[in-house]
């Protein structure tokens, strides 16, 4: 059986070399140009992602949001860890919270600007992730914990996932909001819309992990 296996991978590249490659003729059109005219934004790569396949962004936010409820489930049974050590020296400290609040201020700007200029949705949640992160290790755990049950983040985690996936399917289902002015920072329909909601999902997604593992498997 092991042979019918290898002759099967040696015909399957085979035909990869043989086979022509279809080519399409594209010297008429700008891709590029016709995708930013469709969606209404300058960024085209927001655009791919957030409309011309919205299909494949709605799982993607939805295995996300799977993963970090498995990291929840899959530690739920371990034994908390004893003790957490974090950074205290004061030159580590000041680094750390000096890189969260660039980061943060970074996750910001990706996340409203996003239609506009490199950046977007997920780049802006994995900024503010890391803002999140660098006060973690500088943070006791417990601070941490309180904060993020005090200001509600798991359920605004829910929430940004529902809202995202309900404005997802209202566009692929053919509604959208007018596009604006191209190259306005209120443009785009619904895209910028989706951005935010998916920096926030994902840096919360982060916040919420980054707990679960410090909390069983310490920081360091």
Known sequence: MKWVYIAAGIALYMIFLVMPNQTPDVSDISLVASIVEDSGVPNAVTAIILRNRLYDTIFEVVVFTIAVMGARFLLADERPFCTIYQFTDEPSMILARLGATICSLVGIELAIRGHLSPGGGFAAGVAGGTAIGLIAITSSSEWMQAIYT??????????????????????????????????????????????????VKVALGSWSVMLIFIHYRGLL
């Open 150 to 199: 005090r200001w509600n983040a798991a359920i605004w985690e829910k929430v940004s996932v529902l809202i995202f996936i309900v404005l997802a399917v209202i566009t692929l289902a053919g509604f959208e909001l007018p596009h604006g002015e191209l190259g306005a920072l209120v443009s785009g329909g619904v895209i910028p819309l989706l951005n935010i909601l998916v920096a």
